[in-house]
């Protein structure tokens, strides 16, 4: 069943989904701003600044979730020979991209009143440069190259070996000596060092930020799906 997809039936669906994941975005975004802008406390050490979280923290999760499936998508085309699970890589790529950018620009931002500086060659801050680069290889090779095969074969190959790159990232901070602290939430546990009225908040704004890029990858998929149709492929 992996091994084709048909076009036609797959954008009878996902031509109708974008408009209900932007008024869903646009509710929870509100809900998240104002949780994160006016109801969160302040830190009793950064003041205000610790609201640029609200904006790195998720924007990190997504960007390494969003490479963490680029890979597996990537492995499954490999595996099952289906040019869909390429097309579906391909769409996630660029909002992953763009909060990647947005992570390492609010850590900037966030650093300078925390660390006294706007860069540091922390493990974390580098480790994540290093997956924008992977980012930026993966997106060019879609452009440089025309031949198609060649093309799933190459971008499939830098998601692979880029991947490894995410369990560096995580674990930077317990590896090395880093500017970061250890992580604060742990999703296998119950102890969290956030208080609620921080962490609720940092839900709802990773919660808006996934619909965000649900709604990116939907008009990049269809993009792709209205292309496949105008070469007249009824299936891949």
Do not use: C
Not at 7 to 17: E, L, W, Y
Not at 183 to 209: E, K, Q, R, V, W
């Amino acid at each position: 069943m992996f091994k084709s997809f048909e076009p036609n039936k797959i954008f009878a669906i996902t031509s109708k989904a974008p408009k209900y994941v932007l008024l869903l975005f646009i509710v929870v975004l509100t809900i998240g701003l104002t949780e994160a802008l006016v109801l969160s406390p302040e830190d009793y050490k950064q003041s205000d600044a610790v609201r640029i979280m609200y904006v790195h923290v998720p924007a990190a999760w997504i960007s390494l979730g969003i490479f963490s499936s680029l890979a597996l998508f990537s492995v499954g085309s490999f595996v099952f020979k289906n040019k869909n699970f390429s097309l579906i890589a391909k769409s996630l790529a660029p909002s992953g991209f763009v909060f990647n950018i947005i992570a390492l620009v609010t850590g900037s931002i966030w650093g300078k009143p925390t660390w006294g500086t706007w860069w540091a060659w922390d493990a974390r801050i580098t480790s994540m440069l290093i997956l924008a680069l992977f980012y930026g290889m993966y997106l060019l090779a879609w452009r440089i190259y025309e031949d198609k095969e060649q093309v799933i074969k190459v971008t499939s190959l830098i998601a692979i070996l880029g991947v490894v790159n995410v369990p560096i990232i995580k674990f930077s901070v317990d590896w090395w000596n880093t500017l970061h602290q250890p992580a604060s939430i742990n999703i296998l546990s119950t102890n969290t060092a956030i208080h609620a009225s921080m962490l609720i908040p940092l839900g709802i704004m990773t919660a808006a930020f996934a619909l965000f890029s649900l709604l990116i990858f939907l008009m990049k998929y269809n993009t792709e799906l209205i292309k496949v149709k105008n070469k007249g492929l009824d299936r891949l």
